[in-house]
């Protein structure tokens, strides 16, 4: 099992810029995808946006233009770069890992965007 590590969450005025790190136990050479999710308080989780291993790129049209995903395998870590950030961001976001058939979990970092 892949056990996933979420950093880089906290307090952001509407406008600005926060970079989460997701670290994985692992090599995420051979992971098939990794991404990232986010739950909003009263709201279901929802799919911001997936990298697979070959590097293709998926992002919710809420988050496309400000939002970038990237992997560095050598250092086993996926990073998202939040930037004009809003008040509808707010959520706690989740790294996934799929690979092997299964499907791993971080513990979630908290993003607050407010002023």
């Known amino acids: 099992q892949v056990q996933l590590v979420e950093s880089g969450g906290g307090l952001v005025q509407p406008g600005g810029s926060l970079r989460l790190s997701c670290a994985a136990s692992?090599?995420?050479?051979?992971?098939?995808?990794m991404g990232w999710y986010r739950q909003a308080p009263g709201k279901q989780r929802e799919l911001v946006t997936t990298?697979?291993?070959?590097?293709?790129?998926n992002y919710v049209d809420s988050v496309k233009g400000r939002f970038t995903i990237s992997r560095d395998s050598a250092k086993n870590t996926v990073y998202l770069q939040m930037s004009s950030l809003k008040p509808e961001d707010t959520a706690i976001y989740y790294c996934?890992?799929?690979?092997?058939?299964?499907?791993?979990w971080g513990q979630g970092t908290q993003v607050t965007v407010s002023s």
């Open positions: 996934n890992a799929q690979y092997d058939g299964r499907i791993s």
């Open positions: 692992r090599s995420i050479f051979s992971i098939y995808s």
């Open positions: 990298i697979t291993s070959s590097g293709r790129i």
